[in-house]
């Protein structure tokens, strides 16, 4: 998969999203210089004023893709990347930038005109193949700096194909429902480390639903909880990625 | 008549995307336009039809540097529509975490940044052989401003803990404890940063601007006050319409905002203008040993601020910390009934005044959002001054006119995915 012999040539791309992945991999604090031992950052606007063309071994890709000028850029970016990776919740389901495609009337966020077309705005795997899928809103330092460690090491990522209740278990986390406060945590892929429910904040599903997740078991324990049909479908679309399970809201 | 353009087309080392093309005619500057390229992302229309308690997470979201702030900006002004009133406690901790989320931006500013302009290093990945005590030095501190977060919040990027009224969980004595120790910790490495930005020679430019700041009678506030200009105009946050005009330029997805007609500056150095009387004594000591004079109006100073500003915020950290210890901490319970209302705040986000502003219905569905953010205020002065500035280094090679321009334009620290709802410098 990736060239031992030379140093691994890795690359950050941001299209549209807040860049909080990014802030949020930065805090990998000396894990990064661990990472530059085997591998070099070639490409990273955010933080280098010289950035490389590819072609690139492991590639992040944050950010969901909402422009004419993202789409092409996208293409290349896969074309130039041997591991492309969706990093972080917009560039794996559409996220917080896509509930723009659920709002009726986009004119209202400006003053005047609209100052550019807009495409619909997706998951960058509407277009392109992904080969890891790095979620959360924001992801998991740990899980991306794993991954790379992985890579280097001649591995490919294995993804977490269990819930966030698993996560609450493994660090004697009280169960939310159990207090009375409902959450997604059943339905919603693990690999966070559960920090939300560790703070008594439900976990809102922003790392998005697990394939084999009982959506209608879910729906109903949050209706039993007194959660209006109405806030359930709200709940499922805030990050977009379980509006399509919203229908068996019933 | 000679017709040229400058351009920069990827402007590297700032939050998302931008671009710059500089119009000349006869070698004088016709335009300068920021265009910040990145995608429009809407947020005031995707709120409409929302409920109450999404506004925060919703909102967070915008930016992922100052995300502490538009959660408590965007909750104060959901309990400002709703009339409830949070507790001293639940106030003085979101203040803790307004100061934690300063901390880690001013301090990913600084570092990762805008230090390798200063130092003459494409980043601060290749100052890590050369500069290694002063790499182990910044990432050292960016942890700890993150950890900070994370006690209160729950994480450090988009927290999750504040809530509209209280907090749903609270740091007990331990994690209060742990909190204080971490605000000590970083002291010494937080002087060593100021003493280090304070040795740097910055151009002798100066960009007279309506600065503005939140103002408070004996404090140098984040979380609340009145919005006041350099030369003493006061208002309520509440009546932003009336002087803040917003409006779009046609080469870019950015919203601008003016004061009565006039650039705006906000941020550390307006805050500085404004409130330096109230630094702790530790920060007014590094303020008067770095020979600033006050006021002062020029960009380049802004860096210098940050830089004393984390000296203040760990200085108040303390004092908060410690005020909490010895009352203590209790988990606070809430009930809300939605009812219709019209919440206007501000507070000061890292890079300056941030305004939220949200209209709820009967049922507590917003109907109406508006937010105005730091770098919408700033962009008029930045395009000014690069106007004014590019005279003066036209002479250079391309690359340090680059260089130049983006060091002018990064002691802003403009954060560019804030109005776009930002930089490519391009010389044609």
């Keep these: ?250 | 008549m000679s017709h040229h353009t400058f351009e920069i087309k990827n402007l590297t080392k700032v939050e998302a995307r931008a671009k710059l093309t500089i119009k000349l005619e006869d070698k004088e500057v016709k335009e300068a336009n920021l265009q910040i390229t990145e995608a429009s992302r809407y947020f005031e229309a995707m709120l409409r039809g929302r409920k109450y308690n999404e506004a925060a997470s919703i909102t967070q979201r915008i930016c992922g540097i100052c995300s502490v702030a538009h959660t408590i900006a965007s909750l104060k002004s959901v309990e400002r529509a709703l009339k409830i009133q949070p507790s001293q406690n639940t106030i003085d901790l979101r203040k803790l975490l307004l100061i934690g989320g300063h901390l880690h931006s001013h301090l990913v500013h600084l570092y990762f940044l805008s230090l390798p302009d200063y130092l003459g290093f494409e980043s601060i990945l290749e100052m890590s052989s050369e500069k290694h005590e002063l790499v182990h030095r910044a990432l050292r501190l960016e942890k700890i401003s993150t950890d900070i977060i994370r006690i209160i919040g729950g994480r450090p990027i988009h927290p999750v803990s504040a809530d509209i009224g209280r907090f749903t969980d609270v740091p007990n004595k331990e994690k209060l404890e742990t909190m204080l120790n971490k605000f000590k910790e970083m002291k010494e490495d937080a002087i060593k940063t100021a003493e280090l930005f304070m040795s740097f020679k910055t151009p002798d430019f100066q960009s007279i601007t309506r600065q503005c700041a939140l103002k408070k009678v004996g404090d140098y506030p984040l979380y609340d006050g009145k919005v006041s200009t350099i030369d003493g105009f006061e208002y309520d946050p509440k009546d932003y319409k009336k002087y803040l005009k917003e409006y779009m330029k046609k080469y870019s997805t950015a919203i601008n905002v003016r004061f009565n007609d006039e650039r705006l500056m906000v941020g550390s150095l307006a805050r500085f203008n404004l409130n330096h009387k109230n630094l702790t004594d530790d920060a007014k000591e590094l303020l008067n040993s770095s020979g600033m004079k006050l006021p002062n109006h020029s960009p380049y100073m802004n860096n210098l601020a940050q830089a004393i500003e984390i000296v203040h915020f760990i200085d108040r950290g303390v004092e908060i910390t410690e005020k909490l210890l010895s009352s203590g901490l209790k988990k606070e319970q809430i009930k809300i009934k939605p009812k219709g209302g019209v919440g206007i705040i501000a507070v000061e986000a890292p890079r300056g005044v941030l305004y939220h502003h949200y209209k709820l219905d009967k049922n507590g569905i917003i109907q109406y959002a508006n937010i105005i953010t730091p770098t919408e205020q700033n962009l008029d002065s930045i395009e000014n001054d690069i106007k004014r500035i590019f005279p003066t280094i036209f002479h250079l090679p391309k690359k340090r006119i680059t260089l130049e321009l983006e060091k002018l334009i990064r002691a802003y620290d403009p954060c560019i995915s804030c109005p776009t709802h930002f930089l490519e410098v391009e010389f044609i």
């Design chain 1, 1 to 250: 998969m990736v060239n031992l012999m030379k140093r691994s040539r890795i690359a950050f791309f941001g299209h549209t999203s807040c860049k909080g992945c990014f802030f949020e991999f930065l805090i990998l604090e000396k894990k990064i210089l661990e990472i530059l031992k085997g591998a070099e950052i070639v490409h990273f606007e955010l933080i280098k004023e010289y950035n490389e063309e590819g072609p690139f071994d492991i590639t992040f890709m944050d950010g969901a893709t909402s422009t004419k000028e993202e789409l092409e850029m996208l293409k290349k970016i896969r074309k130039d990347s041997k591991f492309l990776i969706a990093m972080g919740t917009c560039a794996c389901w559409g996220g917080i930038p896509s509930i723009k495609n659920l709002a009726k009337n986009l004119r209202v966020a400006y003053p005047g005109r609209v100052p550019q077309k807009s495409i619909e705005t997706t998951p960058i795997d509407k277009h392109v193949r992904v080969d890891y899928y790095l979620r959360g809103c924001p992801i998991n330092k740990d899980e991306a700096f794993e991954v790379i460690r992985d890579l280097l090491n001649g591995k490919i990522p294995r993804e977490k194909d269990y819930c966030v209740c698993v996560e609450c278990r493994m660090k004697g986390t009280r169960c939310l429902f159990e207090d009375g406060i409902p959450c997604m945590g059943p339905i919603t892929y693990a690999g966070c480390g559960a920090p939300c429910p560790a703070i008594r904040a439900a976990c809102d599903g922003c790392r998005g639903p697990l394939p084999d997740g009982n959506i209608g078991q879910e729906i109903k324990l949050l209706l039993d909880y007194g959660i209006s049909r109405e806030d359930i479908k709200r709940m499922f679309s805030k990050y977009v990625s379980f509006y399509k399970k919203s229908g068996e809201i019933k």
